[in-house]
């Protein structure tokens, strides 16, 4: 049975950083591009980064420059890094692994970005 677990969500002022962290169990990790997305008040779920088996990456252009994503292959966890937060990253954020057909998720993380 395949479990992500995200943990690190929290309250922090405008300017402040956050780590998100992501287990993942019961899957061939190094397999999975494993993505982080977010979903902020009454709108959609967006794709915030990626990063492959191999460590490419890529960012959604909100957040490039601020946002870091990482993976340790060895003990299957995928982590995020964000720096310079702003209100407008609020949102649940969702630890997401996806090879081929399959997509599994978290249960999500709140980050509220507020003074």
């Known amino acids: 049975q395949v479990q992500l677990v995200e943990s690190g969500g929290g309250l922090v002022q405008p300017g402040g950083s956050l780590r998100l962290s992501c287990a993942a169990s019961g899957l061939n990790f190094i397999r999975y591009a494993m993505n982080w997305y977010r979903q902020p008040p009454g709108k959609q779920r967006e794709l915030v980064a990626t990063?492959?088996?191999?460590?490419?990456?890529n960012y959604a252009d909100s957040v490039k420059g601020r946002f870091t994503i990482s993976r340790d292959n060895a003990k299957n966890t995928v982590s995020m890094q964000m720096n310079s937060l702003k209100p407008e990253d609020t949102a649940v954020y969702y630890c997401?692994?996806?090879?081929?057909?399959?997509?599994?998720w978290g249960q999500g993380t709140q980050v509220t970005v507020s003074s």
């Open positions: 997401n692994a996806q090879y081929a057909w399959q997509n599994f």
């Open positions: 990063i492959t088996g191999s460590h490419s990456t």
